[in-house]
Nanobody, 127 residues
Framework: HVQLVESGGGSVQAGGSLRLSCTAS??????MAWYRQAPGNECELVSS???????FYADSVKGRFTISQDNAKNMVFLQMSSLRPEDSAWYYC????????????????????????WGQGTQVTVS
């Protein structure tokens, strides 16, 4: 079965940087993404990368976050710079994109997403 494991979260001061990592097993050559959810906020697609390398960034993170992947290791990364308090959230790695979106159970909430496989999340706190 598909397993996604995130790492790299933590606490940082505003203006600082963090690098999130996600290792996927049980699946290869898949579109991957990072979502985030903060208490009281809707789940948000932060960034995604397709198998052909096409990337997407939410407007709120453009110019500050960079997504990359290591296909040989089945990993995806999210380099986050110039962090702001509003970036504080649980960050979730997602994989296995299909054509339509549904409400997926993620963490203690849900995400409306076309991705079907999710990690347990890693918490980012920016103060």
């Amino acid at each position: 079965h598909v397993q996604l494991v995130e790492s790299g979260g933590g606490s940082v001061q505003a203006g600082g940087s963090l690098r999130l990592s996600c290792t996927a097993s049980g699946i290869v050559a898949t579109d991957m993404a990072w979502y985030r959810q903060a208490p009281g906020n809707e789940c948000e697609l932060v960034s995604s990368v397709s198998r052909d390398g096409t990337t997407f960034y939410a407007d709120s993170v453009k110019g500050r976050f960079t997504i990359s992947q290591d296909n040989a290791k089945n990993m995806v990364f999210l380099q986050m710079s110039s962090l702001r308090p509003e970036d504080s959230a649980w960050y979730y790695c997602a994989a296995d994109r299909v054509r339509w979106s549904t409400f997926e159970p993620v963490g203690n909430g849900q995400c409306y997403s076309p991705f079907r496989s999710w990690g347990q999340g890693t918490q980012v706190t920016v103060s």
